[in-house]
């Protein structure tokens, strides 16, 4: 087959001269014909809603490349196979043929071989194990679509590990395509905000093949003001805060404070400790230990440690759990106690260090234990290490939407191991303080009581 394909490269190259290059009137306007034609290295395309960003990409940008610069691979991923022929491998074959530029196009693959020697190739890539189909080859363009759908561990590895080594042999470029993320908190917006990223944004406004007037026909209908975050994000394509559509309702202000401020192991603070464990082998393991104050007023439940790591084996996880055993001394430890190998991790764990694990919070309990941690987060009882790991991943989790269109968070995009077994150490810590013990006696309290109980046997005199 290679060889075929270099005997129709080597035929065509005269009959390629007619092709022509996609122009600047066909594009979807002036904005994103800049991005079209940008030589730069690294690129986030974050734009409202019908914007045109897909097509942009794969009628203008990607054939022009391919036409104008022979030799030249380019490659085109996004979450969904089906979503990558729709929205970018057949609108791309079809832009080639306009352009009367010769191909040969594997259908299977989804791999376009160009009379000149470029190649376009699209695939598509939603977990770890997928993704490491990319590995071994090099490119000069890389485009990853709704980079905002990506679960952000996904899409850091993905970028990171994966792909700027493609990029290495060629001097290639990386190009993040995307809407607004429903949480701001993510490593789509972290290279937005970074200065080595170049960020193009259009609206739907720009687009010129979309009328001006149906456009605003819709917002109307839907009532959606210009000053209102979903105006910002589906419109504008700009990345807003968006509190309705975090689980966890932590604030800052409320619920954070200063790591190193409070010594929790200091003997006359009183402190008592629990430790909650989520395992995980491709996901995080992550280990929490919580504190509270038996005789504290306001019932705080302090996050004191936290340790997490993905790909985690027992020689791992073991030296943390003693640490915590022998530094914390938990009353209680809640661990996740589900069939198969976390199971038997965790009866290993169970065995080798003598701890006794409480099963977890069950999935069909996920709904109100959520709910009792937001309790804490709005009244103010829960406290998280400012600018912690755990603070950081209650902005990252998301609602969404179950098959009896009842609201849970949503399992496709960013999960938080770390908030799972800080919810489950929260739980232990609130089996103590469901019923707070009364305080000990001042020595005055005390010698009262013991005087009203003498006088009411008739007897005035002092113990």
């Known amino acids: 087959m290679f060889d075929g394909l270099q005997s129709l490269i080597l035929r065509d190259r005269k009959s390629g001269d007619d092709a022509r290059l996609p122009r600047a009137d066909e594009s979807a306007g002036p904005k994103a014909w800049e991005w079209s034609t940008c030589d730069d290295r690294l690129t986030v395309v974050m734009t409202g809603r019908q914007a045109g960003k897909s097509t942009t990409c794969a009628r203008d940008r990607v054939p022009r490349l391919a036409i104008s610069r022979p030799g030249w691979k380019q490659l085109y991923m996004t979450l969904v196979r089906k979503n990558t022929k729709k929205f970018f491998w057949h609108p791309v074959q079809a832009r080639l043929r306009e352009c009367n530029a ?44 709704e980079a905002q759908a990506y679960p952000d561990p996904l899409l850091r590895e993905l970028i990171l590990e994966i792909i700027f080594p493609l990029l290495m042999t060629r001097g290639g470029r990386l190009h993040l395509l995307g809407t607004p993320p429903d949480s701001i908190v993510t490593y789509f917006v972290e290279c937005l905000k970074d200065p080595k990223w170049r960020w193009f944004n259009w609206t739907i406004f720009d687009n010129k093949y979309v009328p001006r007037a149906t456009v605003q026909q819709t917002i109307d209908d839907l009532g959606l003001e210009p000053g209102s975050n979903q105006y910002q994000r589906e419109i504008l394509g700009l990345p807003v805060k968006d509190p309705t559509r975090l689980v966890f309702e932590y604030e800052e202000e409320r619920n954070g404070y200063y790591e190193g401020s409070i010594d929790f192991l200091k003997p006359e603070g009183g402190w008592k400790f629990a430790a909650g464990v989520d395992l995980g082998w491709q996901d995080m393991t ?178």
Not at 114 to 131: P, Y
């Open 102 to 145: 010769r191909f040969h196009a594997d259908q299977t693959d989804m791999r376009a071989v160009l009379w000149n020697g470029s190649i376009i190739e699209a695939t598509s890539a939603d977990d770890i194990a997928t993704i490491q189909r990319v590995r071994g080859d090099n490119w000069n363009d890389v485009y990853i679509d």
């Open 286 to 463: 992550s280990v929490h230990v919580v504190g509270w104050q038996p005789h504290d007023p306001e019932q705080g439940v302090y996050e004191v440690f936290n340790w997490a790591q993905s790909n985690a084996t027992l020689d791992d996880i073991t030296p943390i759990l003693q640490h915590v055993r022998s530094t914390y001394k938990p009353r209680r430890w809640i661990g996740d106690r589900a069939s198969g190998g976390d199971a038997i991790i965790l009866e290993t764990l169970t065995a080798r260090m003598k701890i006794v694990f409480e099963r977890k919070p069950g999935p069909g309990e996920l709904i109100e234990s959520i709910g009792i941690v937001n309790t804490d987060f709005r009244k103010g009882r829960i406290k998280l290490i400012r600018g912690g790991e755990t603070a950081k991943d209650c902005g990252k989790v998301v609602w969404s939407f179950d098959a009896q269109n009842k609201r849970v968070p949503n399992q496709k995009g960013f999960h938080s191991d770390r908030m799972d077994s800080f919810r489950y150490a929260h739980h232990a810590a609130r089996h103590f303080m469901a019923k707070p013990p009364k305080p000990p006696l001042t020595y005055q309290e005390e010698r009262i009581l013991r005087i009203d109980a003498e006088n009411k046997r008739g007897d005035n005199g002092e113990w």
